[in-house]
Each structure stands twice: as structure tokens, then as C-alpha cells.
């Protein structure tokens, strides 16, 4: 379920609810400013960083609701006071969701979701399987692509995917900003795909599965092709390597998950879309 989708399912089972916001941040904190949740009776939505700062605002914004206060402040250093040790200061704004904080804050996950990078993984097999699953509670857009439909038949329910005879075309039609992951099972294909993906000076991430062997091969054949060598810097082979040298395929999933997000995160903050967040308004975050 997308973001959107999960916040009209919770605006739907909880129609009195308080909009809780970090309007400032001060020091150390779990979470920027702009941050929010909404909280209703029964579940709230999103997160403002956990812990004691988190349950102490539930805690006040289910009073405000119990007591039809509409908006208040709470100001809260994050220190022994309160069994925290982060050392900042925060305020928290709490304002009733009406029908116009609903809308905005409806308008702007919509947004934020639209703005979302496209990460591509390329081939259904065991660890794209898994990467996909990881993926999908990440703040991206992800598609499983590969040429066989029994591959695909067998990712789990809820996994975006497309058969396609060329999936090196995928790279050329797809939006600025999108990262590619190669796992395919045939190493032709895995470098043609790289190739396009290296042709992409607005990717972000551009990773192979498999060793310093095949790295070699890959650049010989990319500088046949006309390749530019300085281009291959880009190319991380093998994906989720991290020093371990662990082959299971969850694990390698797992890290190069964690390497994918940096990756866009990095490119997010060079071209400013995103910067340390000091937005404001209800409907900055979560």
C-alpha cells in the first residue's frame, strides 16, 4: 500500500485526529523539522522519531481530542527530563485535522510520492526477489523487470514488475533520476543494460551483481564498445560487497538496499531537491 493510499485508510477510520508537527528543532533530534504524524484514538500515522518524545505527544494529542482543544504547543528538551539523551530541544505544534489539513496533508504525501526515485532491478531471481521486498519500504518507486514471466509469476503479491523482450530499452525511456540494479541471469544482457545505464549521467546508482572477474570482463568489453573508461568509476561491482564476502542472497539484498539509498540520497542533496529540512507546515513529512 502506498503512502497515500495508508494515510486515506486512516483519515477514513479516524475522523477526529490531531496533526503533530516539529515546527523547531534545536540540537540533536530523532527527526528534521517539518516532521509530522497525525494521531488519532485508536493509531496514528507516521512518526516524529519514537521514543519518549513520540508517546509523550500521542499521549497530549489524544487529550486534545478527549477534550476538543483545537491547537497547543509543547516545547520539550530531548534530555533526562524526559529519558532522552539526544540533547536538542524541540517544539511540537498539535493542530485538529480538519477538512483543510486533511486536504493539504493528503496533497503534499502525493507529492512526495510522485517526486520519488525510480529504482529499476533487473531480473526476478533470488536476489532481486528479496530486493524488491526491501525496496518496497523504501521511499522509492521500484519495478522488477526481466524477459521470463515464470520469474516474475513468482515474486511475492504487491511487487511492481513487466515482462519486456529488450530490458535494456527500460534504461532509455526511463524518468531522470532513476537507479538501476543488474541481476540478471545471462551476463550479456547484464552488460548491455549496464551500458545504456552508464550512457545516464543522471543516474544515481548504477550496480551489478557479481565479482571482480566479471568487473574486469565488463570494462574490457565497455571500452570495446566505445565506452568512456572514466565512466566504469560509476559502476559498483559487485552490489553490496561491503567487505563481507557473504554470498546469501538476503544479505547481499540487504546491503546493497542500503547502498542504493545512500546513492540517491547523495544525488537528491547535489541537485537540491532535498537539503537538511526546515520546511514548514503541517504536511512537510513523516
Same mark, same amino acid.
Given at each position: 500500500m502506498t503512502a497515500s493510499a495508508a494515510?486515506?485508510?486512516?483519515?477514513?477510520?479516524?475522523?477526529? #485526529? $490531531? !496533526?503533530?508537527?516539529?515546527t523547531s528543532v534545536r540540537g540533536s533530534s530523532p527527526r528534521e523539522?517539518?516532521?509530522?504524524?497525525l494521531v488519532g484514538?485508536? #493509531?496514528?500515522?507516521? *512518526?516524529?522519531?519514537?521514543?519518549?518524545?513520540?508517546?509523550?505527544? $500521542?499521549?497530549?494529542?489524544?487529550?486534545?481530542i478527549v477534550e476538543g482543544? !483545537?491547537?497547543?504547543?509543547?516545547? @520539550?528538551?530531548?534530555?533526562?527530563? $524526559?529519558?532522552? =539523551? =539526544?540533547g536538542g530541544r524541540v517544539t511540537v *505544534?498539535?493542530?485538529?485535522?480538519? #477538512? #483543510?489539513?486533511?486536504?493539504?496533508t493528503l496533497a503534499r504525501v502525493r507529492a512526495d510520492e510522485s517526486s520519488?526515485?525510480? @529504482?529499476?532491478?533487473?531480473?526476478?531471481?533470488? @536476489?532481486?526477489r528479496v530486493l524488491a521486498q526491501i525496496l518496497l519500504l523504501m521511499p522509492v518507486k521500484v519495478e522488477v523487470i526481466d524477459t521470463r514471466q515464470d520469474e516474475l509469476e513468482a515474486l511475492p503479491p504487491g511487487v511492481p514488475h513487466r515482462r519486456v523482450a529488450m530490458p535494456?530499452?527500460? @534504461?532509455?525511456s526511463a524518468p531522470a533520476g532513476s537507479a538501476y540494479v543488474i541481476l540478471t541471469h545471462d551476463h550479456a544482457l547484464d552488460f548491455l543494460i549496464a551500458n545504456e545505464a552508464l550512457a545516464r549521467p543522471d543516474c544515481p546508482y548504477v550496480g551489478?551483481?557479481?565479482?571482480? *572477474?566479471?568487473? !574486469?570482463?565488463?570494462?574490457?568489453?565497455?571500452?570495446?564498445?566505445?565506452?568512456?573508461?572514466?565512466?566504469?568509476?560509476?559502476?559498483i561491482l559487485p552490489i553490496g560487497a561491503q567487505g563481507l564476502g557473504d554470498k546469501r542472497p538476503s544479505v547481499i539484498a540487504a546491503l546493497a538496499a542500503a547502498e542504493i539509498m545512500v546513492h540517491i540520497g547523495a544525488r537528491e542533496v547535489s541537485v537540491g531537491q532535498v537539503s537538511t529540512p526546515k520546511r514548514s507546515g503541517v504536511t512537510s513529512g513523516f
Open positions: 494515510l486515506e485508510v486512516f483519515f477514513a477510520a479516524n475522523p477526529e #485526529a $490531531i !496533526a503533530c508537527e516539529l523539522q517539518g516532521t509530522f504524524m484514538m485508536e #493509531a496514528i500515522f507516521g *512518526t516524529i522519531g519514537g521514543g519518549a518524545l513520540e508517546y509523550m505527544v $500521542i499521549a497530549h494529542a489524544r487529550r486534545l482543544r !483545537a491547537e497547543e504547543a509543547m516545547d @520539550v528538551p530531548l534530555g533526562p527530563e $524526559i529519558g532522552q =539523551c =539526544c *505544534t498539535l493542530r485538529y485535522a480538519d #477538512a #483543510a489539513v486533511r486536504r493539504d520519488a526515485a525510480h @529504482v529499476y532491478v533487473f531480473g526476478a531471481g533470488h @536476489v532481486g535494456e530499452a527500460v @534504461v532509455r551489478m551483481v557479481g565479482s571482480r *572477474t566479471k568487473r !574486469a570482463r565488463f570494462a574490457s568489453w565497455y571500452v570495446e564498445q566505445g565506452g568512456d573508461r572514466q565512466n566504469l568509476e560509476r559502476l
